[in-house]
C-alpha cells in the first residue's frame, strides 16, 4: 500500500503502481488466501458489466426486426451466430442452456474486460476532486485483473461441468468414471486421483489465463500512463504514441481473451456430456 506521506508529495513510480493495483477491499489482506476480505470494487463492476450486458441483449431483442437489419442488430446476430455455431460444433447434445451461457460469458467477460481502456487516474482523480479519496483510497476498474473475479467465474463453469457430468452419466456413471477412466477399474486410486487433478487443472487455468493477461495488459497502461507523466516532449509524445499503440492491440486482447474463455467453457462442458 501506497505510504501515507505519498498524499503530501507527488508518488513515485512504485508508489504509483502500487497505489493502483491496490483494491477497495472490506479490510486489509495480511495472507495470501484469506476469504473474509472482498474486494467490493470487484464485485460492483462485475456486476456493472453484467447489468450492461443484459441491458444491451434486450434492446437487441426489443428492437430486432425481421427486414434489413440495423448495425446494432447485425453485430449482436453475428455474436449469436458465431456462439451457436461453436456450440454446435462442441458439445454433442441439448444446447437449450448451453448456447445462452456461452453467449453471456463471452459478452459479460468482453465487456469486463473493455473496462480496461477507461483512463488510469479516472476514479482516483474524481475521488480527489470531489474529497472522498480518504474513504476510497484504493479503485480498480477491472474485474478480470482481479485473480478473485476471474476465479469467481472459473469455479461458476467448475460447477457446470459437476452438473451436466451428473445430468447426462447420472450419479453412478459419474462416480464409476471417476474410478475406473483412463486406466480401468483396477488403478481406482490413481484413476480418482488423476481425475481429481484434472478438474482443479481446468478450473485453475481457466481463472489464471484470463487474469494473467488482463494484469499485464493494466500493469502495461500504467507503466505507459507513467511515461506520460515526465515532464519532457520525448514523454509527452511517447505517451500518446504507446498509449494509442497498445489501446489498439488490447482491442485484439479483449476480444480474444473473452473468446478463449467462452471455447474453454463449451470444452469442458462438452466433454461432461462425453463418456470416456
Not at 478473485?148 to 468414471?177: C, D, P, Q, R
Request: glycine share 8%; net charge negative; aromatic share 14%.
Amino acid at each position: 500500500m501506497a505510504t501515507a506521506g505519498a498524499a503530501h508529495h507527488a508518488p513515485t513510480a512504485s508508489e504509483y503502481i502500487v497505489h493502483h493495483l491496490g483494491h477497495f477491499s472490506t479490510k486489509h489482506q495480511d495472507k495470501i488466501v484469506d476469504f473474509s476480505v472482498i474486494n467490493m470494487d470487484t464485485i460492483f463492476w462485475a456486476v456493472f458489466a453484467g447489468v450492461v450486458g443484459c441491458l444491451l441483449m434486450w434492446a437487441a431483442a426489443r428492437k430486432a426486426t425481421s427486414g434489413v437489419p440495423g448495425r446494432f442488430q447485425a453485430a449482436i446476430e453475428m455474436i449469436v451466430e458465431m456462439v451457436d455455431g461453436q456450440a454446435k460444433s462442441i458439445v454433442h447434445g441439448d444446447r437449450t442452456f448451453i448456447a445462452p451461457l456461452a453467449l453471456t460469458v463471452f459478452v459479460w467477460v468482453a465487456l469486463m474486460n473493455s473496462l480496461d481502456f477507461l483512463p488510469v487516474d479516472m476514479f482516483s482523480s474524481f475521488f480527489h476532486w470531489v474529497g472522498i479519496d480518504h474513504i476510497i483510497p484504493y479503485h480498480r476498474v477491472v474485474p478480470t485483473a482481479d485473480l478473485n473475479g476471474t476465479m469467481g467465474i472459473a469455479l461458476g463453469v467448475f460447477a457446470l461441468m459437476i452438473y451436466y457430468s451428473f445430468k447426462i452419466k447420472g450419479a453412478g456413471g459419474f462416480i464409476h468414471e471417476l474410478f475406473a477412466a483412463p486406466f480401468g477399474i483396477w488403478l481406482a486410486p490413481f484413476n480418482l486421483l488423476l481425475n481429481i487433478i484434472e478438474f482443479a487443472a481446468k478450473t485453475v487455468s481457466l481463472a489464471m489465463r484470463l487474469f494473467g493477461n488482463m494484469y499485464a495488459g493494466e500493469l502495461l497502461f500504467l507503466l505507459i500512463a507513467l511515461l506520460g507523466s515526465t515532464a519532457t516532449a520525448f514523454g509527452f509524445l511517447g505517451h500518446v504514441v504507446a498509449g494509442s499503440l497498445w489501446a489498439i492491440f488490447h482491442i485484439l486482447i479483449v476480444l480474444l481473451q473473452a473468446f478463449i474463455f467462452m471455447m474453454l467453457t463449451l470444452v469442458y462442458i462438452g466433454q461432461a456430456h462425453e463418456a470416456h
